[in-house]
């Protein structure tokens, strides 16, 4: 028994390398991240720093004291010029100080990320790259910054007055756009995963469906020359045993078999090519299933009550060959799955109508199906069976999926109890 198919051994794989992948690419993005959020934190507290000393109350005073002093000595008729250009000057390298800030520190196409400033009681002294719309509330963005990156504390003003601000900030857009990424990314590989899996399926399926059509068409054809010879042989045999009952009696025994054999190439022949469907009540077509399988039920040493229940004169498009292929599979296994020794054992095949289908129901009293196969049941090469080749429920689903436009399924099943198989056909 096959338990772990091929394809479900390929989902695993492929499924375990978008796992791997998506992990990989996951670690290596928090790395890049971590990377560009110290270099972020680096800035932010040069940033922070240029913040501290352009409002440092001590600077501003020193830099207005300076320039008064330069304009009170220059009413001095007998102080020189030069003293105060002096002052001026001097007072002129704060301004570069100034320049440096401005242009090289914090111009906002390189420093572009959110930062709040707040004073010891919360109040919000300055911000930045943050949107300032009615209803923003600055303090509760401060607090999801702090939660992800710890405030950086400035100090100013001389000894008694000093006093603390904070500076809060959040994320770079790029950190925010490569945080999305792996997101991106893993999105973009399942999708490449999943188109190449079912390009994948639907090239076996092709293949599978191409053996099918060669293997049948071959068949028929091989089966084809030695049945017509037998037919000849069969006439020669009766026309020379007129007179002999006996002979005569197996002589239509014979025929009786290869009318059978002519019929399954003819199956053969039919699914290597499109069917012919017909209007056709289902009736005729169960009840020569029965009575063949009937014939049969002795030499499998079991008793079941193959029992029929039709509900419906409803007509549906069937080819009965093709159909009668598809009720023998199904009423084949279900006998298989009724054990020699219980009693009461029975196959019912029903026949109803629900909305616009016609339902086709083969249930028994047999052996149920685990659930974990549910879905491998139809699917080529699944058997439990000793001599099973695991082609009867899929040639079944081909049949009435295919050619019939229906749907086969498992309707209900359970262990040791009895499984229903449901075959629905479109009016
Ligand atoms: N009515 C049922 N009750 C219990 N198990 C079932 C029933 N019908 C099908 N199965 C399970 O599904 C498997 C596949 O069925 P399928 O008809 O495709 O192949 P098979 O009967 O094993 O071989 P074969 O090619 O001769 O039909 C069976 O081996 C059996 O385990
Ligand atoms: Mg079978």
Redesign the pocket.
């Known amino acids: 028994m096959n338990t772990l198919l091929p394809s479900s051994r390929i989902k695993i794989i492929l499924v375990s390398l978008l796992i791997l992948l998506a992990g990989a690419s996951f670690v290596y993005n928090q790395i890049l991240i971590n990377k560009i959020m110290e270099q972020e934190r680096k800035s932010v507290e040069l940033w922070a720093k240029a913040f501290e000393f352009n409002v440092d109350p001590v600077h501003l005073e020193v830099s207005t004291t300076l320039n008064r002093v330069a304009d009170m000595l220059s009413m001095y008729p007998d102080v020189p010029d030069s003293l105060a250009r002096m002052i001026r000057s001097a007072e002129a390298a704060k301004f570069t100080e100034d320049f440096v800030t401005q242009e090289i520190i914090t111009p906002p196409d390189l420093f572009n990320i959110p930062v709040i400033v707040m004073d010891e009681s919360g109040f919000v002294v300055h911000y930045r790259f943050i949107e300032d719309e009615e209803g923003t509330d600055m303090e509760a963005i401060a607090e999801s910054f702090a939660e992800y990156h710890e405030p950086i504390t400035i100090t100013f003003g001389e000894e008694n007055q000093m006093q603390n601000q904070y500076v809060y900030y959040g994320e770079s857009p790029t950190v925010r756009y490569l945080r999305f990424f792996p997101y991106v990314q893993f999105g973009i590989l399942a999708l490449l995963l999943g188109v190449g899996y079912i390009t994948y399926k639907s090239i076996t399926r092709s293949e599978q469906s191409n053996l099918w059509v060669g293997m049948t068409k071959e068949a028929a054809h091989q089966l084809g020359t030695p049945l017509s010879s037998i037919y000849g042989w069969l006439q020669l045999l009766k026309d020379k045993n007129q007179d002999d009952e006996e002979n005569l009696s197996i002589a239509y025994e014979i025929e009786n078999d290869v009318t059978r054999l002519k019929g399954i190439a003819e199956r053969f022949n039919k699914i290597g090519s499109q069917p012919e469907l017909k209007m056709v009540h289902p009736e005729p077509i169960i009840d020569e299933v029965i009575s063949y399988m009937k014939r049969r039920l002795p030499s499998l040493g079991k008793s079941i009550d193959v029992r029929k229940n039709i509900k419906t004169d409803m007509k549906a498009q069937i080819n009965p060959e093709l159909f009668q292929w598809a009720v023998e599979?199904?009423i084949?296994?279900?006998m298989?799955?009724i054990k020699e020794t219980v009693a009461d054992a029975y196959v019912a095949i029903t026949v109803d109508k629900e909305g616009n289908q016609m339902v086709i129901d083969?249930e028994?009293s047999?052996?149920?199906?685990d659930r974990k196969?549910l879905k491998?049941?139809?699917k080529?090469g699944?058997?439990?069976?000793k001599?099973?080749?695991?082609?009867?429920?899929?040639?079944?689903k081909r049949i009435i999926e295919e050619y019939h436009k229906g749907k086969i399924f498992v309707y209900s099943?359970e262990l040791n109890k009895?499984?229903v198989?449901r075959i629905t056909l479109p009016i």
């Open positions: 599979n199904l084949k296994n279900s298989d799955a083969v028994d047999g052996s149920g199906i196969y491998e049941v139809f080529p699944y058997s439990t069976k001599r099973g080749w695991g082609l009867g429920l899929s040639l079944t099943t009895g499984t198989i």
